[in-house]
């Protein structure tokens, strides 16, 4: 089945790659980014999920995948669906340390050409990259939309 072109972003961030891992990683930056909860183990085969209240209030799965590989702080590289789905793709984020950014590179690749998230994701990168950005800069964030 043909697969939809991968997504390619590129954004500096003002602060230390160890700081920059931290914003990807900690609960901390993934409330204020997403108010959801990441439950993550860096290991390949770790989980790698987003939890966050529904419309009701009770918990669901916003995006879930796995762990292919971790190298802190300079590589993290798992699976994606979103939501309830079975259609994985592949984000793969490198960070490498400038003389006063980070230069954050995103591939987001391996779509199968039916999965509903890409637009999704090709419209929430920059949203999410921005924010994260915003908070490693300024300790806060602002709303998605």
Excluded at 12 to 17: C, D, E, F, L, Q
Excluded at 22 to 41: P, Q
């Amino acid at each position: 089945m043909p697969q939809q072109p991968p997504l390619h972003l590129v954004f500096y961030i003002a602060g230390t790659v160890d700081k920059v891992w931290e914003g990807f990683v900690s609960l901390e930056s993934n409330r204020a980014i997403f108010g959801a909860t990441l439950e993550v183990d860096l290991k390949p085969g770790g989980p790698m999920n987003w939890i966050g209240a529904g419309p009701d209030g009770k918990p669901i799965t916003y995006v879930h995948g796995e762990v292919l590989q971790a190298d802190p702080p300079k590589l993290l590289q798992y699976t994606f669906a979103a939501g309830p789905s079975t259609r994985f793709s592949r984000v793969t984020i490198e960070l490498t340390p400038e003389t006063e950014a980070v230069k954050v590179s995103i591939t987001h690749d391996q779509w199968a050409e039916d999965d509903s998230a890409y637009a999704f994701s090709a419209d929430g990168w920059p949203r999410i990259l921005s924010r994260l950005k915003t908070l490693i800069e300024t300790g806060r964030t602002f709303k998605p939309h």
